[in-house]
């Protein structure tokens, strides 16, 4: 059966794309768009959520940690589940509930009054995410054709990128007004500069969220009048839908043609021994599926979603201002979506390899060339940990940084700006606080154990009991001392340094965007045979969020531990390992039907 998949190949026809296939890739870009807002609305959300909910609900920065991976924790979720709901109710219908659950996300969000509803919305927020990344995907592979199915796949992409300028101008519009009001309140006391601050970071913030409402309304409502995949019809047996679905989006001639490929691939994998298990391991389906699950994790090991979503305090510890940071940021999302553009005009002249290959080889050298900056901006910190570890008093610190307390810290009259950072733990609960001389408001480094331990939930309490809690036991930390692990202060880095980090997150955004940031769909998309399509995108979409949520959740911990550098170090070492995988063993799939991809890894 496979010589005659093989025998009926697609001809790549020039004609022009009619108003069906606009409009099928327009909503899937706004899938794409609302992919994108998940990930990088946080970016702007963040500074001023960590300065209003770290006071008033005494969040740690481990639980600032989940809020920024619990989009990414979502999408691990739905990803298990996605290929079924895919297969259950159809693409279409999929995507609809993707749209409906990220619209609801937006008021739970918007309106938290504490750490479980914020974290709640930003759950289902990723839980939406992580069908789109598969549906999405599915969708566009199994209704275009061959020669618009990279075009397509670089639509979903794009969107994603304008998702994320769109994120980064919210939060960049959101700083001129924190900015503004700074700068209004310097003639009021201290007391109240703090109070009229915090209102305004606290409005900031949710204003932020509210902004993303609209454009999950726009997909859900455009995503209801779609046409079904014709593949999904075709193996439901309902031959006359899929016929009138591919007459919507590919030329007349084709139809027919395109009809009886997939007839054969499913009468050839009905055949075949293991098709009543229809087993994702099978021989027959192992390689492709490998292939894609390393593809996609690689992708999340470059470290991209915790660099846009913690971007601007990346900008800030090297050394730019806030609206600099915001600035920067704008800027690097911007790069994203033109140079997304660019790959949109090379993904199907160049291929899929050719992009994957110089992608992973430009990231490796930006990333490198990033740890390098930060490595030379760490060294020249002072270990303050003995100094802080005798002002703790009754298991609690309370030190009230004024000039003197700066100047005493940094042991000597240098007139720079200094930057502190203290990790520091409760038996098992560990948290990072950083603080700067020139924040506008005088700080007071606090620490206490009611601030720090946390009581494990009804949820944890249940798996504590059973054994099964991974987690920090809060009845040890309620009688553990408090332990400066490490305290460093050295110079704020100089604006120079922070735009020469800049410009390497820049080199970074915009090879990834050529690269992976396009391929990765495709390979997620091309790679997997017809049968396993929706089961193995969502196993590999799986591993690939599994691998991002890691990563943003031991991001603030870890570079308040070890310092950027370590962080940046590691991803350059992981998207080296990327270029070997595209370089020696991915085939290049331009130009090829889902079925002749398929056929190429059966024989």
């Known amino acids: 059966m496979n010589d005659v998949t093989a025998a009926l190949p697609l001809r790549a026809r020039t004609t022009e794309p009619s108003w069906q296939v606009r409009y099928l890739l327009f909503i899937a870009g706004m899938g794409g768009l609302l992919y994108g807002i998940d990930i990088g609305i946080i970016a702007g959300a963040l500074p001023y959520l960590e300065a209003t909910a770290t006071a008033s609900w005494n ?191 590919v030329p007349a001639s084709e139809v027919e043609p395109t009809l009886q490929q997939m007839r054969a691939t499913d009468n050839a994998t009905a055949d075949a021994p293991t098709a009543g298990r229809d087993r994702l391991l099978s021989r027959r389906y192992v390689w492709p599926f490998l292939l894609a699950c390393v593809i996609l994790a690689c992708t999340q090991a470059t470290g991209i979603n915790s660099v846009l979503a913690y971007a601007v305090n990346i900008l800030n510890q090297a050394g730019l201002s806030g609206a600099a940071a915001n600035w920067a940021d704008v800027g690097i999302k911007l790069l994203n979506a033109v140079m997304t553009v660019v790959a949109l005009v090379l993904v199907d002249r160049k291929g899929r390899k050719f992009l994957l290959m110089l992608g992973s080889g430009g990231i490796t050298v930006a990333l490198l060339a990033a740890g390098l900056l930060f490595l030379q901006a760490e060294r020249g910190r002072t270990d303050v940990r003995e100094q802080l570890q005798r002002h703790v008093s009754a298991e609690a610190l ?140 969502s196993i590999a979409l799986l591993i690939n969020q599994f691998v991002s949520t890691t990563i943003a959740a031991i991001f603030l911990p870890t570079v308040g531990h070890y310092g950027y550098a370590s962080m940046f170090v590691f991803w350059a070492a992981c998207t080296f390992v990327f270029f070997l995988v595209a370089a020696f063993w991915l085939p290049e799939t331009k130009g090829k039907s889902l079925e002749e991809i398929e056929a190429r890894f059966a024989r």
């Open 59 to 249: 969040l740690t920065s481990q639980q600032l940690g989940f809020i920024v991976a619990a989009v990414l924790l979502g999408s691990v979720l739905s990803s298990l589940f996605a290929g079924a709901v895919a297969d259950l109710i159809g693409r279409r219908g999929a995507m609809v509930l993707s749209g409906v659950l990220f619209t609801a996300s937006i008021p739970v969000m918007a309106l938290a009054s504490g750490y479980l509803p914020l974290l709640l919305g930003r759950l289902l927020q990723g839980i939406s995410g992580g069908l789109i990344g598969v549906v999405v995907p599915l969708y566009l592979a199994e209704v275009l054709s061959p020669e618009r199915r990279g075009r397509g796949a670089a639509m979903f992409q794009l969107l994603l990128t304008v998702g994320l300028v769109l994120a980064a101008v919210i939060g960049l519009y959101q700083a001129h007004s924190v900015d503004a009001a700074a700068a209004a309140v310097q003639s009021l006391g201290a007391d109240e500069q703090r109070r009229v601050l915090f209102e305004v970071k606290d409005h900031a913030w949710r204003t932020i969220f509210w902004s993303c409402l609209l454009p999950g309304v726009v997909f859900t409502a455009g995503a209801m009048l779609l046409s079904e995949s014709p593949r999904w019809l075709a193996r439901r047996g309902r031959i006359e839908q899929a016929r009138a679905a591919l007459q919507r989006t």
């Open 398 to 537: 309370q030190l009230r940084l004024d000039a003197s307390q700066w100047q005493a810290l940094a042991g000597g009259a240098d007139a720079r700006p200094q930057q502190l950072t203290v990790s520091y733990s409760y038996g098992g609960f560990s948290n990072v606080r950083s603080l700067r001389s020139d924040a506008p408001v005088e700080e007071m480094l606090t620490i206490r154990r009611e601030d720090s331990v946390q009581p494990d939930s009804v949820i944890g309490s249940f798996f504590r009991r059973m054994h099964l809690n991974p987690f920090a036991d809060p009845a040890t930390a309620a009688h553990a001392p408090l332990q400066i692990e490490r305290a460093s202060i050295g110079p704020v880095p100089p604006p120079a340094h922070g735009w020469a980090v800049a410009a390497c997150i820049l080199v970074f955004v915009a090879f990834f965007a050529v690269g992976p940031g396009v391929c990765v769909w495709l390979a997620l998309s091309e790679l997997m045979p017809n049968r396993i399509r929706s089961n193995g995108m």
